[in-house]
């Protein structure tokens, strides 16, 4: 029933379908489990998508759940895996009444969510901020350790020219004894012929 209007049932159905975003919203509050009344200490909240739910009647009843939708125009719920076989062999989602749920894990991922609970954030657990959970065969890596410092050698490169210390000694090739040269061979020139001599030829 909405607060301040009269008790008429055509009244309050009137009021059901002109009603703002935000008395829709507090219509879709839904109950909280035994657990998370005595965590939060409070009855209901207004359920939203990430929240897992339980059914409380009809075919699909005791089935836990994770809300897909909320829909606040025609005030129903659609859960994951939940669906209705139309006439024509197709499967459509089943939209349930808030009346019909009850919540057994709050998603716990928007800030002002948790504001509005009053809970620390130390006592949020990665599934109810949406975070994927670590598994328990997974190992973390080791940190790698850091590197051996090298000492700095010292081999120069190719290209440098070398050192004094290092140069070749000059004076034990002096000492070694220098080859003998080749002598020369002088020819000798070819004297012309008398011109008398060849007169008489």
Same mark, same amino acid.
């Given at each position: 029933?909405?607060?301040?209007? !009269?008790?008429?049932?055509?009244?309050?159905?009137?009021?059901?379908? $002109?009603?703002?975003?935000?008395?829709?919203?507090?219509?879709? $509050?839904?109950?909280?489990?035994?657990?998370?009344?005595?965590?939060?200490?409070?009855?209901?909240?207004?359920?939203?998508?990430?929240?897992?739910?339980?059914?409380?009647?009809?075919?699909?009843?005791?089935?836990?759940?994770?809300?897909?939708?909320?829909?606040?125009?025609?005030?129903?719920? $659609?859960?994951?895996?939940?669906?209705?076989?139309?006439?024509?062999?197709?499967?459509?989602?089943?939209?349930?009444?808030?009346?019909?749920?009850?919540?057994?894990?709050?998603?716990?991922?928007?800030?002002?969510?948790?504001?509005?609970?009053?809970?620390?954030?130390?006592?949020?657990?990665?599934?109810?901020?949406?975070?994927?959970?670590?598994?328990?065969?997974?190992?973390?890596?080791?940190?790698?350790?850091?590197? !051996?410092?090298?000492?700095?050698?010292?081999?120069? !490169?190719?290209?440098?020219?070398?050192?004094?210390?290092?140069?070749?000694?000059?004076?034990?090739?002096?000492?070694?004894?220098?080859?003998?040269?080749?002598?020369?061979?002088?020819?000798?020139?070819?004297?012309?012929?008398?011109?008398?001599?060849?007169?008489?030829?």
């Amino acid at each position: 029933m909405v607060s301040g209007s !009269p008790r008429s049932p055509r009244r309050q159905r009137r009021a059901l379908y $002109t009603a703002d975003t935000f008395h829709r919203r507090r219509r879709m $509050t839904v109950l909280l489990s035994r657990e998370l009344r005595e965590r939060f200490h409070r009855r209901s909240v207004p359920v939203r998508k990430g929240d897992t739910v339980r059914v409380l009647g009809g075919s699909y009843k005791g089935r836990e759940e994770r809300v897909a939708r909320v829909d606040r125009r025609d005030y129903s719920i $659609t859960l994951d895996n939940v669906t209705l076989k139309t006439a024509d062999e197709k499967m459509k989602p089943l939209g349930l009444r808030p009346g019909r749920l009850v919540i057994t894990r709050l998603n716990l991922s928007d800030s002002w969510r948790r504001r509005a609970l009053r809970i620390r954030e130390e006592d949020v657990t990665p599934e109810e901020r949406g975070e994927p959970a670590p598994e328990e065969g997974t190992v973390e890596p080791a940190p790698l350790a850091p590197e !051996p410092a090298t000492e700095p050698t010292t081999e120069r !490169p190719t290209d440098e020219a070398p050192s004094a210390a290092e140069a070749p000694d000059p004076s034990a090739d002096a000492e070694a004894p220098a080859a003998a040269p080749t002598p020369r061979t002088r020819r000798k020139r070819s004297t012309p012929a008398p011109a008398d001599a060849e007169e008489s030829a």
